[in-house]
């Protein structure tokens, strides 16, 4: 048998565990962000009709879809710590990651059952598949901590966000493929779409299996004083006692406070923009291209965005320098696009490719010159901040979108920040948080997560049911990425590193 370093095998499980974001972003990109919404609001519009009002009828639908997303994140956010707790206790991160892994991936698949008439069906298997997804994705991450070296982190985190956006990207290529090609071979649309839930549980599952087979098990960090013999009841026990200190540990909460306050924004952009998008009458066509577009421009920002706050990288200012140029080109272009509704696909990919072409080009020639000196400047924090100040151009350019060509750019633009600015946030948190206690911190950093995602939708719903304008609703999220980045100007990095690590010293 062939020997293998210790190197090799940390880089095995390493891209193992950044291979489980491949995995859960099939659901999270085909269903959750792309098909879901615009199918749920053709099914469920008819039921919503007053009238020949259609236009009424799909906004009110695409009211309905936010209430159930605001639903399935309330119960993820009282349940996430809970089972993350227990998690640590028990020493079965892991075990109970695969064990939600199964039961999401055969809710995903249920979904080809949904067809039109059957929109509670929908919403419950929806409501049962994002609880599953998001307690996934909350135990994946308390599993970073104790994988990659401190060091890592950022690289680490970046590349598990980069591998999610080229899975889920792949899966959704397929699937928007044959939607698209659906017609002229005799096969209805709706038909594809089902299929395509069926095929989510499957990928979600099959690569899952690498992570099953290489991360190792974290070792349990039960009570310090002695449990009661019950795993939920020890489970209450701490939580209770890390809830009633966590005002003590004044960056962590403060980090928590900030990341729960952006999320609302992006959590909202992320989840409602194809039902954004149909409210507007956009086809489902222009839909799901932009986002597979996002999705394959999202895979290089991500790692790209990772290296700004890198202080080993010597191509900071370079990706500083291409961030900044699709921040500052890519709205000029919208503008140019916006009073002309002709303006096609085609014309559309063309401008962008020109522009991230002149941006490389800019980046390469002028990137170390103008921006070495600004990017040194920048750690985890200011990276961060940098990327929410991009992500609050979005709705306000959503404001007033009015083409295909523009949703296009904006999908861009998205995928310039999204993948880093999560990244970066899940990589920062991990930083301050006590590593023997990742299930339970990460639990509560997944409630914040979720509770983030109650507030955006509902607000978008609110404000759509009192207007009926869906663009007064997009604006609306604007307010929280302005707040969590505020917010996230006051942690002191440095301080709740130091405190995570006394933390550690003193397990339970």
């Known amino acids: 048998m062939r020997n293998t370093s210790p190197e090799q095998v940390y880089r095995r499980r390493i891209r193992a565990w950044a291979l489980y974001d491949w995995a859960d972003h099939g659901y999270v990109t085909v269903t959750a962000t792309t098909f879901f919404p615009p199918y749920f609001v053709a099914v469920a519009a008819p039921a919503f009709a007053v009238g020949a009002d259609a236009a009424r009828a799909r906004d009110t639908a695409s009211?309905?879809?936010?209430?159930?997303?605001?639903?399935?994140?309330?119960a993820v956010a009282a349940l996430a710590p809970i089972i993350g707790t227990i998690a640590d206790i028990t020493g079965r991160r892991k075990r109970i990651l695969l064990v939600t892994t199964g039961f999401g991936a055969a809710v995903a698949s249920a979904m080809i059952a949904v067809t039109s008439g059957r929109w509670v069906l929908a919403l419950a298997l929806y409501v049962a598949s994002q609880i599953a997804v998001n307690v996934a994705l909350g135990l994946n991450s308390s599993l970073l901590p104790h994988l990659a070296r401190p060091g890592d982190l950022d690289r680490a985190s970046a590349l598990g966000y980069a591998m999610g956006y080229v899975g889920g990207g792949l899966l959704l290529a397929i699937a928007t493929a044959a939607y698209l090609f659906a017609a002229p071979n005799g096969v209805t649309q709706e038909l594809v779409v089902r299929v395509a839930f069926l095929a989510v549980g499957a990928w979600w599952m099959g690569f899952a299996?690498?992570?099953?087979?290489?991360?190792?098990?974290?070792?349990?960090?039960p009570l310090a004083h002695g449990g009661t013999g019950g795993a939920a009841r020890d489970a209450f026990v701490r939580l209770r006692r890390t809830l009633r200190d966590l005002r003590e540990r004044r960056e962590l909460f403060?980090?928590?406070?900030?990341?729960?306050?952006?999320?609302?924004?992006?959590?909202?952009?992320i989840l409602l923009a194809t039902a954004y998008g149909a409210a507007l009458g956009l086809p489902t066509a222009a839909l799901t291209g932009t986002l597979l577009l996002t999705q394959f421009v999202a895979f290089p920002y991500a790692l790209v965005l990772g290296r700004?706050?890198?202080?080993?990288?010597?191509?900071?200012?370079?990706?500083?320098?291409m961030v900044l140029w699709t921040a500052a080109t890519l709205p000029l272009l919208g503008a140019y696009a916006n009073p002309r509704p002709g303006l096609g696909v085609g014309p559309a990919l063309t401008m962008i490719a020109a522009d991230q072409i002149l941006g490389l080009a800019f980046a390469r020639a002028l990137g170390d010159t103008l921006f070495e000196r600004l990017a040194r400047r920048l750690d985890t924090r200011g990276a961060i901040i940098l990327g929410l100040g991009v992500y609050a151009i979005i709705p306000v350019w959503g404001f007033f979108l009015r083409t295909q060509a523009e949703f296009f750019l904006i999908g861009v633009l998205v995928g310039s920040v999204q993948g880093g600015t999560q990244a970066l946030s899940r990589a920062l948190y991990a930083t301050l948080a006590p590593r023997a206690k990742s299930?339970?911190?990460?639990?509560?950093?997944?409630?914040?997560?979720?509770?983030?995602?109650?507030?955006?939708?509902?607000?978008?719903?609110?404000?759509?049911?009192?207007?009926?304008?869906?663009?007064?609703?997009?604006?609306?999220?604007?307010?929280?990425?302005?707040?969590?980045?505020?917010?996230?100007?006051?942690?002191?990095?440095?301080?709740?590193?130091?405190?995570?690590?006394?933390?550690?010293a003193t397990p339970g």
């Open 308 to 321: 700004v706050p890198d202080p080993t990288s010597t191509a900071r200012g370079r990706a500083l320098a």
């Open 254 to 269: 403060t980090m928590l406070l900030a990341f729960w306050l952006y999320m609302e924004g992006i959590g909202a952009i």
């Open 63 to 74: 009211n309905v879809y936010a209430l159930a997303v605001s639903l399935a994140l309330l």
């Open 439 to 504: 299930g339970e911190f990460f639990g509560l950093y997944a409630l914040s997560e979720k509770f983030a995602g109650i507030l955006g939708p509902l607000l978008y719903a609110v404000v759509g049911q009192l207007t009926h304008n869906p663009r007064a609703s997009i604006l609306s999220v604007a307010v929280f990425l302005v707040l969590g980045a505020v917010v996230l100007a006051r942690v002191d990095v440095e301080t709740g590193a130091a405190s995570a690590a006394a933390e550690n």
């Open 209 to 221: 299996v690498p992570l099953a087979r290489s991360v190792p098990e974290p070792p349990a960090a």
